[in-house]
């Protein structure tokens, strides 16, 4: 059998490999975790086999709405680039609350598509995001990507990540100029409406990957089905909790499901695993679907060392 670092991964595993890594150090200091993201890009048995190198930030945003993460990282083989959005800090109110729309509003980069909306608190990180600068260098992140435009561009994310990177890909595309751009994202909740998932779908290369038992994909537009059809497992205590969440969140900004609409022209569903651990919480089994590693471990990919195994690798298959 071939080792590791002899494999030959996809995009798709190499990009869920960076969303993993993105999570390194949490709230730690900059300094800190650009070290930790440098030794893990080093790691030759994961699926980006040592070959990306860090080329810019990590930067953060210090809003109100939390502190958001981005890096920008370089295949050395294909010279293609890709930024790379962490997902939600499970530590971080203030990171949760940036999760929950509160009204949607125009989507600016979407040429002459008016109908598109996406959530306002979204909308605001992202342009948070794109007027920061390499701590390091001083460099804007807009002034690299116009010096490095002449070459291949992805933009990949995780959770809140990958609710970001769809908008943050059609940013990216404006300043390019050209087509050869794709998103990746990875149990991503909604962006925006359906204006806005069909310019994603109509306009940008992007390709959408989920676990049928992890709830986050279905915020906003199909949360219904989590009671519904029991995700990740029927619990008629937890999912009573989350219909009066939804309803409160509904009363309150006057939002439904039906205003959000997530990018169909390239879906990827994964086969999902049973959490079969005896005695756990529901929250335990949401969180075990949903963390990196257990999509790195449904996408075939081997799991990154920043955290412990997914606790789905016991299950029967």
Known sequence: MSSASTLTYSNAQMMMTLCAISYAGGGQE???????????LSKQHYATGGDWE???GPARTTDTQGSNLMFITKQRSSHVFAVVLRGTLWSSIESWVEDVPTSLVDYPWAEADHSAKVSRE?????KNLVALN????GISFSDFIAENKDTRWFVTGHSQGGGLAPMMHGYLA??????DSASFTFAAPTSGNSGFAGFIDEHL????TRNPHDVVPYGYGDLPDIWEIGI???SIFAQGGIMLAVSYWQNQYGLKPTDFAQPQKSVVTLSPRPDQRPDVWYEQRVESQHI???????????????SAPSPLMNAVV
């Open 134 to 137: 390499d701590p390091g260098t």
């Open 205 to 208: 290369n992007s390709t959408r």
């Open 54 to 56: 860090l080329v810019w």
């Open 174 to 179: 404006t300043l390019l100029g050209h087509s």
């Open 122 to 126: 979204f909308l605001d990180t992202v």
């Open 292 to 306: 990196s590693n257990s999509y790195l471990l449904l996408m075939d990919a081997p799991q990154v060392e920043l």
């Open 232 to 234: 990740p497992v029927k």
């Open 30 to 40: 900059l300094s800190s975790i650009k070290g930790q993201i440098k030794s893990e």
